[in-house]
């Protein structure tokens, strides 16, 4: 299921060009500084098939980067858009995305993060919220093999002069190594403030709490990759009528195996969401069914079956595809949904890659199905 519907069944990435710049600088009290950076330009054309005309989108990604001699580290990520981009986005053509700092600690074992940065990955990420957001982290080795963080990020901030509107989130996470796997935990507590109550009726605060506990466990058995996530979210809504109180508790989880045979690779997943839980926003299962994928509200259950394969003919030339089957339980209103996606990319050199994907989504309910088609040229230089 899509969370928010895609209305364009034709979506070509025109050009991707990406150019880059090393050089460095010397400071003072911070020694010689390397800088680096790159720049990417993306032309997009979407249809839909019930538009007359192709909406074409332009954006501009500027990267700039600076590390000290003493480890200290900048990142930068500005994004420029057109004027269509601009306002779909409710953004004035230009934003930044990333903007935050690394300063390491303890020899270089632990590290200190701030800034505007992005959130990682968590284990196969398919609760992940990804993105990026105001946040100071700290990561510190504990034991061999063993590292514990702790974030505090906020992920919305309303210019007013109160915490109306504010939303955010503070985390513990620790990550080992045993053996051949990598296994983790993490809980967190968020929060959202808001003041504008229902049907013009004002609180003074309306206040959204829920407790998040994540486990995930990845690694190789006989050759065979392995990963597994589980989430579950307890959510508190205060001051809200009892007919649009949130779900209490929501669960899900993802299980993968994949394996490489010579030129070939395959692979299965299973994802399963209950109550409103929803996929990463870098989960990606399918081109289409990409982190949207949700079980939109309580007593509903989302299941897909994921089943990716590959072809190497040589080092250039690959091709992919990937099959989804997911169903969705609703009080007896049952739905089926279908994705298959089929890809093809080709590596001239070590500085062009062109890559080309098509996804046909087709589900029971009347006025979901989509088709895209994509395609896209990198350059590096």
Request: proline content about 2%; charged content about 25%; some cysteine.
């Amino acid at each position: 299921m899509i969370k928010n519907k895609l209305k364009l069944s034709l979506a070509a990435a025109m050009m991707i060009t990406t150019c880059s710049y090393a050089g460095s600088v010397t400071a003072p009290n911070i020694g010689q500084i390397e800088l680096s950076g790159d720049m990417e330009l993306k032309l997009v054309r979407e249809k839909s098939d019930t538009d007359t005309i192709s909406k074409r989108t332009a954006e501009v990604n500027l990267n700039l980067d600076a590390k000290a001699s003493n480890g200290l580290e900048i990142h930068t990520i500005f994004t420029a858009y057109d004027d269509n981009q601009a306002d779909e986005n409710a953004e004035k053509n230009m934003r930044v995305k990333e903007a935050y700092i690394v300063q390491p600690f303890m020899n270089g074992k632990a590290k200190v993060i701030a800034g505007l940065a992005p959130n990682n990955t968590y284990g196969t990420d398919a609760f992940d919220n990804g993105g990026e957001s105001w946040k100071v982290a700290v990561n510190v080795p504990v034991a061999k093999g063993v590292k514990v963080t702790v974030v505090s990020k906020v992920e919305n901030e309303e210019a007013k002069d109160n915490n109306q509107g504010d939303s955010g989130a503070t985390a513990l996470r620790i990550d080992a190594k045993v053996g051949s796997f990598m296994i983790g935990a993490k809980y967190g507590q968020a929060f959202m403030n808001k003041g504008d109550g229902f049907a013009g009726l004002p609180l003074e605060e309306k206040e959204k709490k829920a407790k998040v506990l994540m486990a995930y466990a990845t690694g190789e058995i006989s050759g065979f990759d392995l990963g597994f996530e589980y989430a579950q979210k307890d959510i508190t809504l205060q001051n809200t009528p009892t007919a649009f109180t949130q779900p209490k508790k929501q669960k899900g989880y993802y299980a993968s195996v994949g394996k490489e045979l010579g030129a070939f690779s395959i692979g299965l997943g299973y994802i399963n969401l209950k109550d409103g839980m929803t996929g990463g926003e870098d989960f990606a299962p399918g081109m289409i069914l990409d982190g949207n994928i949700n079980s939109s509200g309580k007593d509903l259950t989302t299941s897909a079956i994921v089943l990716p394969l590959g072809y190497s003919f040589n080092e250039n030339l690959s091709v992919s595809a990937t099959y989804i089957d997911g169903d969705i339980e609703n009080a007896g209103k049952d739905a089926n949904i279908r994705e298959i996606d089929l890809g093809l990319e080709y590596v001239f050199n070590e500085n062009i890659t062109l890559s080309t994907v098509y996804g046909d989504y087709d589900s029971s309910i009347a006025g979901n199905d989509q088709k895209n088609l994509e395609f896209s040229v990198a350059i590096t230089f």
